[in-house]
């Protein structure tokens, strides 16, 4: 069992950056691939980024490409999402997400454990 709880969503001027955290109880955390996903209202939950248990490889989605960079601390079961030259599209709440196989990180339906979210605006 893994619990996961978001932290560090807020309002944020578009240009702006976060840093949003996740934080993650039980022993398997270092298993498995981690994942960032983002669900706009009136939109379908869609994909972000992910990192592998390790840390070694990385997936991002296209929207967020370069802007975005994920990131893990096995030593603190915790999982980061940085965000640069946000933009008002980027509005969302943000879930991290634990439990996928590694060849399927971008699926949020593989996904088996969910973090509770964390929302971020920003502003025009």
């Known amino acids: 069992q893994v619990q996961l709880v978001e932290s560090g969503g807020r309002l944020v001027q578009a240009g702006g950056s976060l840093r949003l955290s996740c934080a993650a109880s039980?022993?398997?955390?270092?298993?498995?691939?981690m994942g960032w996903f983002r669900q706009a209202p009136g939109k379908e939950r869609e994909f972000v980024a992910a990192?592998?248990?390790?840390?070694?490889?990385?997936y991002y989605a296209g929207s967020v490409k370069g802007r975005v960079t994920i990131s893990r601390d096995n030593t603190k079961n915790t999982v980061y999402l940085q965000m640069n030259s946000l933009k008002p599209e980027d509005t969302a709440i943000y879930y991290c997400a634990s439990g996928a196989p590694s060849w399927r990180v971008a699926v949020p339906d593989e996904y088996q454990y969910w973090g509770q979210g964390t929302q971020v605006t920003v502003s025009s």
């Open positions: 039980g022993r398997f955390f270092r298993n498995y691939p």
């Open positions: 990192i592998s248990w390790s840390g070694g490889s990385t």
